[in-house]
């Protein structure tokens, strides 16, 4: 397993040596005049990997706060297991199985 981890590593990095290679055309950034001219080129790749790594970023960033949202339901429902189970535990003041009268069962006849 540790080699196709491996394998898997030295693709990705290689990919990205290529890839990083190929687009080096350097880029100017606009956006309705807010930072035109304020920010110098920037090489095409690097602004891809810096949106790539923001992206991953925000995921993980949500899925953070979904485990603890998770990890509060459960906590809570936890707790309603627990309270159920006591009352589960309680002695019974009223028979569990009503047992019936023979002569309902009768037809009458």
């Keep these: 397993m540790k080699l196709i ?3 898997l590593g030295t693709l990705v990095i290689l990919f990205i040596i290529t890839f ?15 930072i035109e001219g304020k920010i ?8 891809i990997f810096i949106s790539f ?3 991953v970023i925000f995921a993980g960033l949500l899925g953070i706060v979904e ?3 998770l990890v509060r339901k459960v ?16 002695p019974r003041t ?9 002569a309902a069962h009768e037809t009458g006849d």
């Design 53 to 55: 790594g923001v992206g």
């Design 94 to 102: 009223v028979p569990a199985v009503y047992e019936e009268h023979p």
């Design 75 to 90: 906590s809570r429902l936890e707790k309603q297991i627990r309270s159920l189970e006591k009352v589960q535990m309680l």
């Design 67 to 69: 485990r603890f949202r």
């Design 5 to 7: 981890y491996t394998i």
């Design 40 to 47: 110098p080129p920037v090489p095409l790749y690097l602004i």
């Design 20 to 34: 990083s290679l190929k687009n080096t055309i350097p880029i100017q950034l606009e956006y309705y005049g807010f």
